[in-house]
C-alpha cells in the first residue's frame, strides 16, 4: 500500500488501541491541525488525512481491512529491508498478575546479507578545544593527531579542522585538508588561550559539515575538549538535534577530569553518538584513527528505532550496548547512529508491563526500524518489526537467554555508580560509600581490579571529605559503561 500512510503512527497510537484511545488522538490532532488555528505549511493536508484515519480506524470492517493491507505492505517491505533484526525477550510468557512487572527486550539490528560493498564518502570535522587550559602537551598531541588523520583521507572525503574558545575559526578548510604541506602549516599556527564556549565550535563544525553533506556519505563531528562550557548550553543542544536530523553524528572526547560529562552525553545520545573519556592525551592519535576507521565500514546512516508500545507497557529507560555504550532514554523514537558493515547496533530496552488481565498474547510493541542506507535507494532502509509474548498464570521454568543476562549484570554495575554519584549530590555520603563498596565487590568478582581499586578509593574519599573527585565520578562512569561490551564478546560477536 504505497499510497497509504499508516493511520496508526499518524495518530501516534498503539495498533491495539481501543475506541476511547482513538477518539481521543483524534481530537487532540484535530484540535491542533484545524484549518482556523493551525499557521505550518502542510497542516491543513494532515488534517485531512487525521480525518481519513480516524474515519477508517472507528469502523470496525474499515479497520479490519486496513490491518490486513497493512500487514501484506509490512511482510513485503521486509523481505525487501536492507535490515536484519532480532529480538530476546527475558521472558517466553509473562505472569497475569495484578500488578505491573518489568520485562526487557534485547534487539540487534544487522545489515542484511545482500547490502552491497562500498567505502563511503567520509565527511569529517574535527573540532578543538583551544582554551588556555589545552596549552602545552595537550594541543600538541590533538594537533599531531588531527594531522594523522588528514594523511589518511582519500580523494571523494572532506575534511576540516576547527578551533575554539570563547570564539571559533576555520584552522583548515576542506580544500586546505587537501593539500597536507598547507594543512600542516595552518594547523602549526593553533594556539591556546581564552575561555572555552562549545557552542561556537558546534556552530561552526556543522556548518563546515553541511557545505559538504551528502545522503550517500556519512557525515561525523568530533569535538575534543578538557573545560566546561557556560550558559550556550541549549545552543549545543539545538545543534546536536539539528545534526541529528541531518544525519551527523557527534563523538565527545573529554580529555583530563575538568569537563562536563553530561553535556556530551547529550550532545552524543541525541545524535547517535558517543562520548570517550581519555585521562591522558597520549592516545588521542589512537583514537581518531579508529574513529575515522570505522566511519569506512559504515553502511547506513541515521539509524532510528521507532514505533508504539501497547497501552499496557511503558518504556522505563533504553541502552545502546553496540558499536559503542551510551544510555538511550526513556521515549521512542531512540537515535542509534551508524551501522558498520559486519557489525551490529545492540540496544536493550527496559519495560514495565502494567496488568494485563486474563488473554492468551499480547502485543507489546510494534517497532519501525529506519535508516539511510549509502548507495543505495531509500526503498531499503526500513524495517518493521512486532513484539509478541504469551501470557500464563504459572511461572515459566526457563531461564533468560545468557547474552540478557550478561547485559542486565553489567547495566547494574553501571546503575550502581550513577546512584551513587547521585547520592553524594544530594549530601547521602554514607549511603553512596556504602554503594560504592558493594560496586568494588562486584567488580572484583568480575575480575576488573582496576576499577574495583577506583570504587574503593572513591567509597574511602567520601568517608572522609563527603564529596566524590571529579576524575573518579569519569574513571567510574566510564569504567562501568565501557563494561557493558563485554556481553557481545561473550556471545560469540
Request: proline fraction near 5%.
Amino acid at each position: 500500500m504505497p499510497d497509504e500512510p499508516d493511520y496508526y503512527t499518524l495518530l501516534g497510537i498503539p495498533r491495539n488501541a481501543s475506541a476511547e484511545q482513538l477518539r481521543r488522538a483524534y481530537r487532540e490532532s484535530a484540535l491542533r491541525l484545524h484549518p482556523d488555528r493551525a499557521n505550518r505549511p502542510g497542516d491543513t493536508e494532515l488534517f485531512i488525512s487525521v480525518n481519513k484515519a480516524y474515519e477508517v480506524l472507528s469502523n470496525e470492517e474499515q479497520r479490519a481491512a486496513y490491518d490486513e493491507r497493512l500487514a501484506a505492505a509490512e511482510a513485503d517491505q521486509a523481505s525487501h529491508s536492507s535490515f536484519r533484526c532480532e529480538i530476546q525477550q527475558s521472558r517466553r510468557t509473562l505472569l497475569q498478575l495484578d500488578e505491573p512487572q518489568v520485562h526487557y527486550l534485547l534487539i540487534d539490528i544487522t545489515p542484511s546479507s545482500t547490502m552491497p560493498e562500498h567505502r563511503p564518502p567520509i565527511n569529517l570535522s574535527i573540532v578543538i578545544d583551544r582554551s588556555t587550559s589545552m596549552r602545552g602537551q595537550r594541543l600538541d598531541q590533538v594537533r599531531s593527531a588531527a594531522l594523522t588523520i588528514l594523511k589518511d583521507m582519500a580523494p571523494q572525503d572532506s575534511a576540516s579542522v576547527i578551533a575554539f574558545s570563547d570564539r571559533a575559526e576555520v584552522i583548515v578548510s576542506p580544500d586546505q585538508a587537501k593539500d597536507l604541506a598547507t594543512a600542516r602549516a595552518r594547523l602549526s599556527l593553533l594556539q591556546a588561550g581564552g575561555g572555552t564556549e562549545i557552542g561556537q565550535g558546534l556552530q561552526i563544525g556543522m556548518e563546515e559539515l553541511q557545505r559538504n553533506f551528502s545522503r550517500e556519505g556519512v557525515s561525523h563531528l568530533v569535538m575534543l575538549t578538557d573545560g566546561r562550557t557556560y550558559g550556550d548550553e541549549d545552543l549545543c543542544l539545538s545543534l546536536a538535534d539539528r545534526a541529528s536530523e541531518l544525519g551527523i553524528t557527534i563523538n565527545g572526547v573529554g580529555i583530563g577530569a575538568d569537563w562536563s560529562d553530561r553535556l556530551l552525553d547529550d550532545l552524543a545520545s541525541h545524535s547517535g553518538g558517543n562520548v570517550i573519556f581519555l585521562d591522558t592525551p597520549k592516545v588521542i592519535t589512537g583514537l581518531l584513527q579508529r574513529i575515522f576507521d570505522g566511519l569506512s565500514q559504515v553502511v547506513a546512516s541515521r539509524v532510528r528505532l521507532d514505533g508504539s508500545l501497547a497501552q499496557q507497557v511503558d518504556l522505563r529507560s533504553a541502552f545502546r550496548l553496540m558499536p559503542d555504550p551510551m544510555p538511550l532514554g526513556d521515549s521512542l523514537p531512540l537515535v542509534l547512529g551508524n551501522l558498520s558493515r559486519q557489525g551490529r547496533i545492540r540496544v536493550l530496552l527496559e519495560l514495565v508491563i502494567h496488568p494485563i488481565g486474563q488473554v492468551d498474547e499480547l502485543t507489546l510493541a510494534h517497532f519501525t526500524i529506519t535508516g539511510d542506507v549509502l548507495a543505495e535507494s531509500p526503498e531499503g532502509g526500513t524495517l518493521p518489526a512486532d513484539v509478541h509474548i504469551a501470557s500464563s498464570k504459572q511461572p515459566e521454568a526457563e531461564p533468560p537467554p545468557m547474552d540478557l543476562v550478561a547485559a542486565l549484570n553489567v547495566v547494574g554495575l553501571y546503575r550502581m555508580q550513577e546512584k551513587a554519584r547521585h547520592e553524594a549530590e544530594l549530601g547521602q555520603s554514607s549511603q553512596a560509600a556504602r554503594r560504592l563498596e558493594n560496586l568494588a565487590t562486584h567488580l572484583l568478582a568480575a575480575g576488573d581490579r582496576e576499577l574495583a581499586k577506583a570504587a574503593l578509593s572513591e567509597a574511602e574519599r567520601l568517608t572522609h571529605t563527603r564529596r566524590l573527585s571529579i576524575e573518579g565520578e569519569k574513571v567510574l562512569k566510564y569504567g562501568t559503561r565501557a563494561l557493558l561490551l563485554l556481553p557481545a564478546k561473550a556471545g560469540g560477536e
